[in-house]
C-alpha cells in the first residue's frame, strides 16, 4: 500500500482565481493520477502525471485549465486555473504501485 | 476508449441479506478489475480486485467473479451489516495503471 496526503483538505475560492493542490506520497512511484469528483457522482481521471514529462490529459480536461507539476517522484501539484463554480468538487490524488491503486484524502474545492 | 457500466446506481437490502452490483465493460484488453467503497465524506477503498487468469475471488463475506467471454464482472457481499452501507465503485484497468471507474452503486442496508 502507500501512503498519501493532501494540502489543503478544503478550500473556498472566488472565482477567476486559481489553486494549487500538492499530494505527497511516502514511496517513489512513477505516475500519480489526479481525479476529480463531484458531488455525488463518479471518480473521473483528470490527468497522468509522470516525473520528467508532461502529464497525459483524459479528453475533456487541457493543461491551461488543470496545470500539473511532477518534480519527483513522491510529489506532484494540481492547479485549478481560474476558477469558476463548476469547478465546485473534491479532488483526490492517487498511486498504484503493482496496479492496485490508493488514493489521497481529497481537496475539497468550493468556488463562490 | 475503456467504458465501465454499473448497475443498479441504488440497492436497497435487508439486513443480513445478500446484495449483488453488477458492471461490464467495454475494452477485452482490460485485466484488472477493483471494487472500491467510498463512506461519506472519506476517500475510496479498495475492497477486493480480481485479475483476467482469475475467474472468482472471495474475502470472508465479499467476493467478485468476472466473466471474461460476456465482459462483466460482480460483487457480491453476503450476511450484510449496516456498516455495509456506502457506496460502492467497480473499476477496469489494463496495463498502464490508468483506472477507469463506473458511475457507483449506493447500498442501503435496512434494519
Known amino acids: 500500500s502507500a501512503v498519501i496526503s493532501q494540502k489543503p483538505s478544503r478550500d473556498i475560492c472566488q472565482r477567476g482565481t486559481s489553486l494549487t493542490i500538492q499530494c505527497q506520497v511516502d514511496?517513489?512511484?512513477?505516475?500519480m493520477f489526479w481525479y476529480r469528483q463531484q458531488p455525488g457522482q463518479s471518480l473521473t481521471l483528470i490527468a497522468t502525471?509522470?516525473?520528467?514529462?508532461?502529464?497525459?490529459?483524459e479528453s475533456g480536461f487541457v493543461i491551461d485549465k488543470f496545470p500539473i507539476s511532477r518534480p519527483n517522484l513522491t510529489f506532484s501539484t494540481l492547479t485549478v486555473s481560474n476558477m469558476s463554480p463548476e469547478d465546485s468538487s473534491i479532488y483526490l490524488c492517487?498511486?498504484?504501485?503493482?496496479?492496485?491503486?490508493?488514493f489521497g484524502p481529497g481537496t475539497r474545492l468550493t468556488v463562490l | 476508449g475503456e467504458n465501465v457500466e454499473q448497475h443498479p446506481s441504488t440497492l436497497s437490502v435487508q439486513e443480513g441479506d445478500s446484495a449483488v452490483i453488477k458492471c461490464t465493460y467495454s475494452?477485452?484488453?482490460?485485466?484488472?478489475f477493483p471494487w472500491y467503497k467510498q463512506e461519506l465524506g472519506k476517500r475510496p477503498q479498495l475492497i477486493i480486485d480480481?485479475?483476467?487468469?482469475?475467474g472468482e475471488k472471495k474475502d470472508q463475506r465479499i467476493a467478485v467473479t468476472l466473466n471474461k467471454t460476456a465482459k462483466h464482472f460482480s460483487l457480491h457481499i453476503t450476511e450484510t451489516q449496516p456498516e455495509d452501507s456506502a457506496v460502492y465503485f467497480c473499476?477496469?484497468?489494463?496495463?498502464?495503471?490508468?483506472?477507469?471507474f463506473g458511475k457507483g452503486t449506493r447500498l442501503h442496508i435496512l434494519p
Open positions: 492517487s498511486v498504484a504501485p503493482g496496479q492496485q491503486q490508493f
Open positions: 514511496s517513489q512511484v512513477t505516475m
Open positions: 502525471a509522470n516525473q520528467g514529462s508532461e502529464a497525459t490529459y
Open positions: 475494452d477485452s484488453a482490460s485485466n484488472y
Open positions: 480480481i485479475r483476467s487468469n482469475v
Open positions: 473499476a477496469a484497468s489494463w496495463g498502464d495503471d490508468k483506472i477507469i
